[in-house]
């Protein structure tokens, strides 16, 4: 055991451990635990990387200037090799593409994973998460928080575009080759949300999900996906807030010892397990506190634990899980454990081996030319005919509601600046002279108004483009829907 401990990721730090083991209990701790960094954070945040933080998430406001993200990441990761614990950091973001995006936002943001189902082509989903390592790695990123492996179905309010289908074939199809891509650039994936967050009904942001169905269904539907991106060699696989009463454990995936043990059996998966944030809603119901939280989650089998926002969450998990191991409750052990595991990631990826970022080449690297041409190229083969009619190349009239997405229609403004604008109604489509009809979604509405519907599925400059280009006739609407909804009649 001793050997499979010892600490080979980078250099010893000041306090020189041989193994995790050995490490201070709080230092142990810190070791598994995934912290969330946003802009104004920083402080805080460089005190538990000098105390041996595993690991750091990247919101969008921490990410808004990639130069100096660039900086920062080298910076951490060399007080990270100071560590007690000595090794380097974990660096991730939620990179999905399309509405989940944290880098900044450009020509080469890939569209999302439903934008790729609708393709029909997987080796687009390979490309866009090479791609999207390139990016991460830019600013000095080593993991994504990608991808979705959930299902489709059009009930759930949390997911909808985020999913590559509703199909389980398809999604364990395009999730495998999205893993491929982003870990063949060097970047370690992370499929999510197991055991699957598709047919529930509850963001587990605001409460607590509940997935009603009984294992033989779980296994032949929900899991394909994730046995998929296991076979592929997801780095890590997140574990979801919900709750699923066949397997009769009153405790969300999340936390439920029973699941860790399918996670490991059933997909036979040897990675990284990892918790979603801790402070959501459907967690915090189940365990009263993140500090909880965190100490349960260790109990079940979590390698890490995701603590996403704010400086008071970091402390009272640190907090709660030494206090835990002290009093004897969570096996020093179980804790040690779970170090080795993430410092053997570590080491098998060779994170040490990065040098700091081009800080200065940091945005070209966002917008690589190649990039702009994939997202593109993607986005053009998402658009979808959901309702056949003309094309209308020169709208005279624009008319949007309440609900339409802003950037929609300021993209067909610019195209068409001799177009008049024109408030109708609340509905989420923009119309084009009252009969061509574009829509961001899912989801889709029951009823639009008569005439040509077409659907994009995320708002990436590249698939608004593509909508627009396809509604003035220039391009074919070549996408299908990837899902349970039917064109419209």
Not at 115 to 135: P, V
Not at 238 to 250: I, R, W
Not at 330 to 347: D, I, N
Request: charge should be negative.
């Amino acid at each position: 055991m001793d050997d499979e401990l010892r600490v080979l990721s980078g250099p010893r730090g000041p306090a020189g451990p041989a193994t995790a083991a050995d490490l201070p209990l709080p230092a142990l701790a810190l070791a598994v635990m995934a912290a969330g960094e946003e802009a104004g954070q920083e402080g805080m945040l460089d005190e538990l990387v000098h105390n041996g933080l595993g690991a750091l998430v990247f919101f969008a406001s921490a990410l808004a200037d990639p130069a100096a993200a660039a900086r920062r990441t080298g910076s951490l990761q060399a007080a990270a090799l100071r560590s007690p614990v000595g090794a380097p950091l974990l660096l991730a973001a939620d990179q999905e593409g399309g509405r989940v995006a944290r880098l900044p936002g450009g020509p080469a943001t890939m569209p999302g994973a439903m934008a790729l189902g609708a393709t029909g082509d997987a080796e687009l989903a390979r490309l866009a998460g090479r791609a999207t390592s390139g990016q991460l790695r830019a600013v000095g990123l080593n993991w994504d928080l990608a991808p979705v492996c959930d299902l489709w179905t059009q009930d759930n309010p949390a997911l909808g575009s985020r999913c590559f289908a509703a199909d389980p074939a398809v999604v364990g199809a395009f999730a495998a080759a999205f893993v491929t891509g982003l870990q063949d650039g060097g970047v370690l994936a992370c499929a999510k949300h197991f055991p699957g967050h598709g047919d529930t009904a509850v963001d587990s942001h605001r409460g607590l999900p509940v997935l009603h169905a009984d294992l033989a269904a779980l296994r032949a539907r929900d899991w394909v996906p994730f046995e998929a991106g296991a076979r592929a060699g997801v780095a890590t696989l997140m574990m979801g807030h919900l709750v699923v009463p066949a397997l009769e454990d009153p405790l969300p995936a999340s936390l439920s010892p029973a699941f860790y043990r399918v996670a490991r059996e059933a997909l036979a998966f040897d990675g990284l397990l990892v918790t979603d944030a801790l402070g959501m809603a459907g967690c915090a119901q189940a365990a009263g506190s993140v500090g909880e939280a965190a100490v349960l989650a260790l109990l079940a089998g979590a390698d890490i634990i995701m603590i996403a926002h704010g400086p008071d969450e970091h402390r009272a998990a640190q907090r709660a899980v030494v206090d835990a191991v002290e009093a004897g409750r969570l096996p020093r052990q179980r804790l040690a454990e779970a170090a080795t595991a993430v410092l053997a990631c570590k080491r098998r990826w060779n994170l040490a081996r990065h040098g700091a970022p081009d800080d200065q080449g940091a945005a070209h690297l966002l917008n690589r030319p190649s990039d702009v041409r994939l997202a593109a190229d993607i986005a053009r083969r998402s658009i979808t005919e959901l309702r056949p009619g003309p094309a209308v190349p020169s709208p005279a009239v624009l008319g949007y509601g309440q609900l339409t997405p802003q950037v929609l229609v300021e993209a067909a403004a610019a195209r068409w600046p001799g177009a008049r604008l024109r408030r109708d109604g609340v509905g989420p489509w923009l119309s084009l002279d009252a009969g061509s009809h574009l829509l961001i979604g899912p989801p889709i509405p029951e009823s639009p108004p008569t005439g040509r519907v077409l659907l994009a599925y995320d708002c990436t400059p590249a698939s608004l483009t593509a909508l627009l280009t396809c509604a003035a006739g220039e391009t074919p609407a070549t996408g299908r829907l990837p899902g349970p909804a039917r064109p419209l009649a």
